[in-house]
Nanobody
Framework: QMQLMESGGGLAQTGGSLRLSCRGS????????MAWFRQAPGREREFVAG????????HYQDSVKGRFTISGDKSRNAINLQMNNLKPEDTAVYYC?????????????????????WGQGTQVTVSS
Protein backbone atom coordinates (compact mmCIF):
# COMPACT_ATOMS: atom_id res chain seq x y z
CA GLN A 1 0.00 0.00 0.00
CA MET A 2 1.29 3.39 -0.96
CA GLN A 3 2.25 5.73 1.84
CA LEU A 4 3.06 9.37 1.33
CA MET A 5 5.58 11.00 3.62
CA GLU A 6 5.56 14.77 3.87
CA SER A 7 8.11 17.14 5.34
CA GLY A 8 8.57 20.85 5.56
CA GLY A 9 6.04 23.46 6.48
CA GLY A 10 6.09 25.58 9.60
CA LEU A 11 5.77 29.27 10.32
CA ALA A 12 6.61 32.13 7.97
CA GLN A 13 5.97 35.83 7.81
CA THR A 14 4.03 37.50 5.03
CA GLY A 15 6.28 37.64 2.00
CA GLY A 16 8.43 34.79 3.22
CA SER A 17 9.09 31.35 1.79
CA LEU A 18 8.65 27.73 2.77
CA ARG A 19 9.29 24.43 1.02
CA LEU A 20 7.26 21.24 1.27
CA SER A 21 8.42 17.80 0.21
CA CYS A 22 6.59 14.55 -0.31
CA ARG A 23 7.75 11.07 -1.26
CA GLY A 24 5.79 7.93 -2.01
CA SER A 25 6.81 4.65 -0.41
CA UNK A 26 6.33 2.57 -3.54
CA UNK A 27 6.85 3.01 -7.22
CA UNK A 28 4.04 4.28 -9.40
CA UNK A 29 3.45 3.56 -13.03
CA UNK A 30 1.76 5.25 -15.93
CA UNK A 31 -1.07 7.75 -15.64
CA UNK A 32 -0.21 8.79 -12.08
CA UNK A 33 -0.51 12.35 -10.84
CA MET A 34 0.98 13.76 -7.67
CA ALA A 35 -0.45 16.90 -6.18
CA TRP A 36 -0.72 19.23 -3.22
CA PHE A 37 -4.02 20.17 -1.62
CA ARG A 38 -4.67 22.38 1.38
CA GLN A 39 -7.39 22.83 3.95
CA ALA A 40 -7.86 25.90 6.12
CA PRO A 41 -10.02 25.81 9.28
CA GLY A 42 -13.70 25.84 8.42
CA ARG A 43 -13.06 25.48 4.70
CA GLU A 44 -13.14 22.63 2.21
CA ARG A 45 -9.97 21.01 0.99
CA GLU A 46 -8.75 22.72 -2.17
CA PHE A 47 -6.30 21.90 -4.92
CA VAL A 48 -3.02 23.81 -4.94
CA ALA A 49 -0.77 22.29 -7.62
CA GLY A 50 -0.22 19.00 -9.39
CA UNK A 51 2.10 17.28 -11.82
CA UNK A 52 1.39 14.46 -14.23
CA UNK A 53 4.18 11.88 -14.46
CA UNK A 54 3.32 10.80 -18.02
CA UNK A 55 3.77 14.15 -19.74
CA UNK A 56 5.08 16.46 -16.99
CA UNK A 57 1.91 18.55 -17.29
CA UNK A 58 1.69 20.97 -14.38
CA HIS A 59 -1.42 22.74 -13.14
CA TYR A 60 -1.76 25.42 -10.47
CA GLN A 61 -4.66 26.95 -8.64
CA ASP A 62 -5.01 30.54 -9.84
CA SER A 63 -4.30 32.08 -6.43
CA VAL A 64 -0.83 30.53 -6.22
CA LYS A 65 0.35 31.04 -9.80
CA GLY A 66 3.60 32.99 -9.91
CA ARG A 67 4.24 32.35 -6.21
CA PHE A 68 4.33 28.56 -5.83
CA THR A 69 6.37 26.12 -7.89
CA ILE A 70 5.81 22.38 -7.96
CA SER A 71 8.63 20.11 -9.06
CA GLY A 72 9.03 16.38 -9.10
CA ASP A 73 11.29 13.39 -9.53
CA LYS A 74 9.40 10.52 -11.13
CA SER A 75 12.16 8.00 -10.42
CA ARG A 76 11.81 8.70 -6.71
CA ASN A 77 8.05 9.29 -6.79
CA ALA A 78 8.67 12.57 -5.01
CA ILE A 79 7.43 16.13 -5.34
CA ASN A 80 8.29 19.46 -3.81
CA LEU A 81 6.33 22.66 -3.43
CA GLN A 82 8.35 25.85 -3.22
CA MET A 83 6.16 28.58 -1.77
CA ASN A 84 7.33 32.16 -2.14
CA ASN A 85 5.72 35.49 -1.33
CA LEU A 86 3.48 33.79 1.21
CA LYS A 87 0.26 35.44 2.31
CA PRO A 88 -1.83 34.93 5.47
CA GLU A 89 -4.52 33.30 3.32
CA ASP A 90 -2.04 30.53 2.48
CA THR A 91 -2.33 29.34 6.08
CA ALA A 92 -3.64 25.78 6.03
CA VAL A 93 -2.79 22.14 6.46
CA TYR A 94 -1.13 21.02 3.25
CA TYR A 95 -1.64 17.47 1.99
CA CYS A 96 0.27 15.49 -0.59
CA UNK A 97 -1.84 13.17 -2.73
CA UNK A 98 -1.44 10.75 -5.60
CA UNK A 99 -3.79 8.86 -7.87
CA UNK A 100 -4.16 7.37 -11.28
CA UNK A 101 -5.72 9.90 -13.66
CA UNK A 102 -5.68 8.56 -17.21
CA UNK A 103 -6.52 11.94 -18.76
CA UNK A 104 -4.90 14.57 -16.55
CA UNK A 105 -6.98 17.59 -17.44
CA UNK A 106 -6.99 20.64 -15.18
CA UNK A 107 -10.44 19.71 -13.96
CA UNK A 108 -9.51 16.13 -13.19
CA UNK A 109 -6.31 17.07 -11.40
CA UNK A 110 -8.19 19.59 -9.26
CA UNK A 111 -10.70 17.07 -7.94
CA UNK A 112 -9.78 15.45 -4.64
CA UNK A 113 -12.02 12.48 -5.51
CA UNK A 114 -9.51 11.40 -8.16
CA UNK A 115 -6.75 10.73 -5.64
CA UNK A 116 -6.37 7.41 -3.87
CA UNK A 117 -3.57 8.07 -1.41
CA TRP A 118 -3.00 10.96 0.95
CA GLY A 119 -0.27 12.11 3.29
CA GLN A 120 -0.90 12.98 6.92
CA GLY A 121 -0.72 16.71 6.29
CA THR A 122 1.70 19.40 7.35
CA GLN A 123 0.82 22.77 8.87
CA VAL A 124 1.76 26.00 7.13
CA THR A 125 1.13 29.19 9.07
CA VAL A 126 1.76 32.64 7.63
CA SER A 127 1.71 35.54 10.04
CA SER A 128 0.76 39.05 8.98
Amino acid sequence: QMQLMESGGGLAQTGGSLRLSCRGSTRTYSAYVMAWFRQAPGREREFVAGISWDDDFIHYQDSVKGRFTISGDKSRNAINLQMNNLKPEDTAVYYCATGRIRVPTRRAMSSSDRYDYWGQGTQVTVSS
